[in-house]
Nanobody, 127 residues
Framework: QVPLVESGGGLVQAGESLRLSCVSS????????MGWFRQAPGKEREFVAG????????DYADSVKGRFTISKDNAKNTVYLQMNNLKPEDTAVYYC????????????????????WGQGTQVTVSS
């Protein structure tokens, strides 16, 4: 197991920003694709953003493209999700995930491709 710990969630108003962090303890994040997913009440878990093992390829869901940015700091073993211009429909529990094998390709959008998950952090956007 690779513990992943998210932080940075909270309650904000529409149009404001948040930055989520995900720290990987016990293993480097370099070489491992990582993703952010979210799950709203009554809805399935959905892909938000992903970053390749080398950090050179990123992918975003259409609903967040242009507003969210995923990045990684290998020295800190941390992945970030900068969320700008938040909307009420972004309200959800946000999860960080990592694959278990080294890969430098395009991050997978399917949550089943990820082996390790954090506990989640709540993001609530009021209108």
């Amino acid at each position: 197991q690779v513990p992943l710990v998210e932080s940075g969630g909270g309650l904000v108003q529409a149009g404001e920003s948040l930055r989520l962090s995900c720290v990987s303890s016990g293993r480097t994040i370099h070489g491992y694709a990582m993703g952010w997913f979210r799950q709203a009440p009554g809805k399935e878990r959905e892909f938000v953003a992903g970053i390749s093992g080398g950090g050179t390829v990123t992918d975003y869901a259409d609903s967040v493209k242009g507003r969210f940015t995923i990045s990684k700091d290998n020295a800190k073993n941390t992945v970030y999700l900068q969320m700008n211009n938040l909307k009420p429909e972004d309200t959800a529990v946000y999860y960080c995930a990592s694959v278990s094998r080294v890969t430098y390709g395009t991050p997978n959008r399917n949550y089943a491709a990820y082996d390790y998950w954090g506990q989640g952090t709540q993001v609530t956007v009021s209108s």
